[in-house]
C-alpha cells in the first residue's frame, strides 16, 4: 500500500487524495463487542495509532455498528507523541452519531491549542485558542444517527470552515497557539486538564497533512458514503 494513498475500502480500494496521515476506522478493528479498545490502528501507513492516554480509560467497541464508543464520562485514546500531526493546515473528517454528546464542550478529535473539532451543547464546533473563541454550526446533532463532520483548516487565514454532512457550514478565522499537546480522541486534551469527554460513537476519523480543494473533498465525501452511507 502507498503510504497517504490507497485505502482498502468494504469492498473495493479506493484511492484517497495525497496528505492522509491520520486514517482510523472502525472496520479494521477485529474485537468481540463491548471489548475495550486499547489501540485503534492507522491504516494511512504513517503509523500514528492511536492507545491508552495517560488519565482516563479506554473505550469500548460495538461490533454491529464498526464503531468505538465513548461514554461522556472518561473514555479517552491519544497519540503518544506528541510531536506528531503536529500541522498548521490540515483537513478532517470524522463519521460519528451521538444521542447527546454531553454538555457544554465535549472533544471528537482534538490537538489542544493547535486544532481540532468539538460539539458544544451538541452543536459541532472549532475552538480557536488564540483569540478567535467559539466556532459553531446552527444545527444540533444530538438525533443518534450517523453524520459526516469536516474540518478545513490553514492557520492564519480567515477561510477556515466546520461543516455537517458537506452543509450547515462556519466560516472563521483560526491560528494555531502551539502544537505541544497531543492529539486524543474523545476529550478536550491530551493531559487530562480538560477533560471534556464526548459521549458517542466514532466510525471513521480521517486527517489529511494540508487543506484538500474541492475535488479531493468530493472524493472523501464519496468515499465514506459508500462506506457508511
Request: proline share 2%; charged share 15%.
Amino acid at each position: 500500500m502507498l503510504a497517504g494513498r490507497v485505502k482498502m475500502g468494504s469492498i473495493l480500494g479506493v484511492a484517497l487524495p495525497n496528505g492522509l496521515v491520520l486514517h482510523l476506522s472502525g472496520k479494521n478493528i477485529d474485537l468481540p463487542n463491548l471489548a475495550n479498545v486499547s489501540s485503534w490502528q492507522d491504516v494511512s501507513g504513517y503509523g500514528n495509532h492511536m492507545g491508552t492516554a495517560n488519565f482516563g480509560t479506554n473505550p469500548k467497541y460495538n461490533s454491529t455498528n464498526k464503531s468505538v464508543i465513548f461514554n461522556g464520562i472518561n473514555n479517552v485514546l491519544a497519540l503518544a507523541d506528541s510531536t506528531k500531526l503536529a500541522l498548521a493546515e490540515s483537513s478532517i473528517f470524522v463519521v460519528a452519531k451521538t444521542s447527546n454528546a454531553g454538555s457544554s464542550f465535549r472533544g471528537i478529535v482534538v490537538k489542544q491549542f493547535a486544532y481540532g473539532i468539538f460539539f458544544s451543547d451538541n452543536k459541532l464546533t472549532f475552538y480557536d485558542w488564540t483569540g478567535g473563541g467559539i466556532n459553531s454550526v446552527s444545527v444540533t446533532s444530538n438525533d443518534n444517527t450517523l453524520k459526516r463532520y469536516e474540518a478545513h483548516l490553514k492557520s492564519g487565514t480567515t477561510d477556515n470552515k466546520i461543516s455537517v454532512n458537506g452543509g450547515n457550514e462556519k466560516v472563521f478565522l483560526y491560528t494555531t497557539a502551539n502544537q505541544n499537546s497531543a492529539l486524543v480522541l474523545g476529550a478536550g486534551s491530551g493531559d487530562g486538564s480538560s477533560p471534556q469527554h464526548f459521549n458517542g460513537e466514532i466510525n471513521e476519523i480521517l486527517i489529511f497533512n494540508h487543506r484538500l480543494v474541492v475535488d479531493d473533498i468530493n472524493v472523501v465525501r464519496n468515499y465514506l458514503t459508500s462506506e457508511w452511507g
